[in-house]
Structure formats: C-alpha cells, structure tokens
C-alpha cells in the first residue's frame, strides 16, 4: 500500500506541479471588424486588450479622428467611440477594478478619460501633458486605484521620458525621469503595488534601452539610472511585464525589446538591480521589430512581433507577418519555443501585433491587415489557450516528513497531525485542476485545524510549503 501511496505522490507532482506538461493551443484566426483602411493599431509599448475573460473583452484602435473600443460581450462585438478629435495617434488600454482607461496622443497633448460601464459613458478629458512636442504615451492602470503615465516630450535641445499618476481625481506633479540631454523615447511602464517600473529607449545612435524605478508609487524615483545592457546598440521599444511566483515569493520582471532587427528579452528577480544576459527569442532568418509581452503568476510568457522576410522594405507591409514564441518556464533561457509563427503571411500582409493577458489561461494576439483593393482594413485575432495546468514551480520536493491529515472525507475543517512542528509554512489547498482556491500562510505547530467550509463537494489537494520546500502533498475528498 506504501509503495502505491508513494507512485501517486509522484503522478500528482509530476502532472499539477510541472510546467512542462502544460499544453498551449493557438486557435484560428478571427475577424473582430473590418474598417476603413486608415485604422490604425498603437504599435509602440502599449496594451490594446483587456478584459475580464474570453467573452468580456475590450479592444482599443483609431484613425485619425476618433479612437473606437471595441466591447465583446455574449459573443458578439459592439463598437462603441471613445472620443472624437484631430490627429489622433497611439490609443492605448488599461483596465482595473471594473472601469476601461484609454490614454493616446492628440496633436501637442496626452490625453486619457476612463468609463466605469463598458464604454456607455466616459468621464471628461483628462489633460496629462501639453503644449509641447509629445508623444508614445504608456498607461498602466494599478490594482491600488493609481493609473500610472509615462510620455515623451520634446524641449529645447533634447527629448526626455516624463512620467505623472492620477488618483482620488487629482493628477500628480510632473517628474522627468530620463538622463539630462539625452533623447527619450517610446516609454512602457508596469505598477505592482508601490513599485513602479519604467524603460524607454534613448538616443542619440547608437540607442540603447535604459530603466528607472520607484518604491512609493511614484513620488520619488530612484536616483540611479540602470541600463540593462550594453552588449546590443541600435535598441529601441522596450516593453515590460510582471509575475509572480507565489511558490518561492518570487517576482519576475521581464523586459523585451527589438535591436538590430530582432527580439531580445531580459529578466530581473530582483526589480533591475541585475538582469539577465539578452536571450534572443525571434527568428534568426527574419527581420523582426515591436517586441510586445505579457505573461501569467504560472510561468507562462508571451511574446509576440511584426517580422518580415530579410532582403525586404520596412515600409512594404504586404510582406509582414505575426510572430509568436513562448515560455513554460518562467522565461529561463533557451525555454522559449522556436518560430511558432503565428499567422502564416499572406498577400495583404499583417502589421502591428500585439499580444495581450485577459486571464491566466488566456491571452489574445492582435492584428491588422490592410486589403487596398477593397479599401479595408481587417482587425484581427488569435486566442492563446492554456488547457489545463502549467502548475506551480517547484524546486527541492521533501516528502519524508509524516504528516497526518483526517477526517478524509472532510466537511467543514481538518486537522494536521506533524512528527516535526511546522515554522512559517504556507497550506495551499487546489482543485483538481491544479487552481488554487485556499491558502493559509504563517503555519507554526505540530497539531494546526483549518477551516474548509469554503469548499465545495470534490476532490483536493492540500500542499505544505517550509522554507521554499514542498514537504508534503495530501489527497483529501470534501463531502457535506
């Protein structure tokens, strides 16, 4: 019976805790609209998704005077106008405690407005910066209610990264954050909690990616400048992304970029005080530019890229296509899948992708291709779908402790018997899907009673976590 109890063990790691069982599924193409052949993606460190699930999603682009949010709900597409205006450019999305926030470019201004019912009703304007040479606004709407903005703008001999938030209706003052006479551009910026991050690009030629943080939520930034690398010149679109590992307390922070025609990514674990050595992730025999990434708290990262044959024009979109490569793995180097094309190039060709998280088994590539015969532009998409679990990382696996669990069935609370007492443990109790639906943190003692009356009829999964090890998995059934 120990023998079988012990293979079980081994299944159950081996299938719910390994992200390399997960399976990725890249569904068919989708049209979501066609429009008039000006429309236009925000193609530069910018979200144009988001959204809540698979149908209830919001997706943001524009022409010249007026930038459209596209709502699916119940399986069907309404588009809805976000405001009309004169060159209008970059309309970019956020989204955060059930109200959409759409920041874009319109002539001298950044502007931003935000609407709490789906895009029925938005608030007045909100003037983030002006009556200046700006441009390449980012938006990150954060869950502690700021909504975070980074821009550039151009003075008198340079052009530097500015950044602002907005919270409780007031905007914040206004902070440069690039090096003094150097040129700033294209800006992307993340929020987790009080830590705010920002890169951008800065020139003059050779360019390179630089990197800027705050531990307050924005009102004092690092003093230091750090540059993630200097090994590639001619850099440029730097985009961000965050995750968590909840197993180790671990935050990843990744920050993908194009140079010399191709997609490089980098990582931090400890928010750019070091970075990883750049991996290259797109195609080695094409040419690939507007790096964008995304990623989930389960080891899953996204990116996706425009690429076009070598030998061609940049400005010759028929001959673009969508690149696409992931990671299981957290983004470790050389775990990321080789050419997985998106979007097999057609004659029209597709420009601007991007790839956007609308949950954690979920995420959305976006695309246009532009049909000048019939004077169209098709905005399209693709859905990335995790089927089933990619699990939780884990590192040394100690079973050896004894560790009772009982009443098995349980009802409404159990109790853990340990021959050691537990110090500072974390009980995460799963589904038999591998999601998390409790968790007790700061375990002490050899004799501990939880509380399960939260859990429905089914079989679960209750993890002991010490000291970064998994020391202990337990079967239990709940039956009322």
């Known amino acids: 019976m120990k023998i079988y109890r012990i293979l079980f063990y081994i299944l159950f790691l081996s299938l719910t805790f390994n992200k390399s069982k997960g399976q990725i599924q890249i569904n068919t193409i989708s049209l979501v609209s066609s429009e008039n052949l000006s429309t236009m993606f925000c193609f530069n460190n910018s979200k144009l998704m988001k959204g809540n699930s698979i149908s209830d999603r919001y997706l943001v682009y524009y022409n010249s005077d007026t930038i459209f949010l596209n709502v699916k709900q119940s399986g069907t597409w309404t588009k809805k106008v976000v405001y009309t205006g004169s060159n209008l450019s970059s309309a970019t999305i956020s989204y955060n405690n059930d109200t959409i926030w759409v920041c874009w470019q319109e002539l001298i201004n950044i502007r931003a407005r935000f609407s709490p019912d789906l895009g029925d009703s938005w608030s007045d304007i909100i003037e983030i910066a002006g009556f200046s040479r700006v441009g390449s606004p980012s938006i990150f709407a954060a869950e502690n209610g700021k909504v975070h903005f980074a821009w550039h703008k151009q003075g008198s001999g340079d052009t530097a990264i500015y950044y602002r938030y907005y919270f409780n209706g007031s905007l914040s003052d206004t902070i440069r954050l690039s090096n003094v006479m150097k040129q700033g551009l294209a800006p992307s910026l993340i929020a987790i909690g009080d830590t705010v991050l920002c890169t951008w690009k800065e020139n003059p030629l050779p360019s390179q990616v630089w990197f800027r943080r705050s531990f307050d939520g924005g009102n004092i930034w690092d003093p230091s400048f750090s540059q993630p690398t200097n090994l590639i010149s001619l850099t440029k679109d730097p985009n961000l992304a965050h995750a968590f590992d909840s197993t180790l307390n671990k935050h990843y922070v990744y920050l993908a970029y194009d140079g010399k025609n191709m997609i490089y990514l980098q990582r931090t674990t400890n928010f750019g005080d070091s970075w990883s050595h750049p991996d290259t992730i797109s195609n080695l025999h094409k040419l690939s530019q507007f790096a964008h990434i995304d990623c989930n708290d389960n080891g899953f990262v996204g990116l996706s890229y425009e690429q076009r044959p070598i030998g061609t024009s940049l400005f010759d979109d028929s001959k673009k296509d969508v690149g696409f490569t992931y990671s299981t793995n957290w983004g470790e180097p050389e775990s990321f ?38 004077n169209i532009a098709k905005v399209l998409e693709r859905r990335i779908h995790i089927t089933g679990t990619l699990g939780i990382n884990t590192q040394t696996q100690n079973v050896s402790q004894t560790i009772n669990l009982f009443p098995n069935p349980i009802s409404t609370q159990m109790q853990l018997h340990m021959d050691n007492p537990l110090k500072n443990a974390t009980v995460t109790v799963y589904n038999i899907l591998g999601q998390q639906v409790m968790e007790y943190k700061n375990i002490n003692g050899s004799y501990v009673m939880l509380k399960t009356n939260n859990l429905t009829n089914g079989i679960y999964f209750v993890r002991i976590l010490q000291s970064s090890e998994i020391i202990a998995v337990r079967k239990v059934v709940v039956k009322y």
């Open 337 to 374: 899948s080789v050419d997985t094309l998106a979007y097999t190039h057609n004659s029209l060709g597709s420009v601007y992708p991007a790839i956007n998280k609308i949950d954690d088994n979920n995420f959305f590539l976006t695309w246009l291709t532009r049909d000048t015969l019939n």
